[in-house]
């Protein structure tokens, strides 16, 4: 059974957030692949802006905050409760204040790509994506029960001048 609204508002505040900055959770998947590798780079910093635009996921102010959690990593424990708030946020009835859809879930998992694949890999050798990019993309995916059946180079236009 999913969360109640009163309960996500809950949810929402342990990560510091408000109702209104529910769309906000959408981010996190894209910043803990741009932090799966220790650190994050200015193209993945670039492009998870760009995407968190482009979805409209931010409210007035929040850009303020994803570039703190661009700087300042969040922790495991904030990734992992904000993945399970997001999942939440997909079980509710689409007529509700805090709903998000399945075509927003994809999105965001697609677009994990794009900001591994911006990294351009260890030192822009063997492959674009490393290989801690791609088991944090491969977590997030199976977390929100998202078959990849999208890739980054189907949307990449979207987001990327």
Do not use: Y
């Amino acid at each position: 059974m999913p969360l109640t609204q009163a309960q996500l508002v809950e949810e929402l505040a342990q990560l510091g957030l408000k109702p209104e900055q529910h769309r906000l959770v959408a981010a996190l998947p894209l910043l803990h692949v741009a932090w799966s590798d220790g650190s994050v780079q200015a193209s993945e910093a670039k492009l998870v802006l760009q995407i968190a635009h482009q979805l409209q996921l931010l409210g007035e102010g929040d850009e303020e905050i994803v570039k703190k959690w661009l700087v300042d990593e969040p922790s495991p424990f904030f990734f992992h409760r904000g993945r399970k708030i997001l999942g939440e946020l997909f079980l509710q009835d689409p007529s509700e204040p805090m709903a998000v859809d399945a075509e927003l879930l994809r999105d965001v998992v697609a677009c994990c790509e794009g900001v591994a694949d911006s990294a351009g890999g260890v030192f822009g050798l063997f492959g674009r994506i490393a290989n801690e990019e791609r088991e944090a993309i491969e977590k997030i995916a199976g977390a929100l029960r998202v078959e990849q059946a999208l890739s980054w180079s189907a949307i990449r236009h979207r987001f990327v001048d």
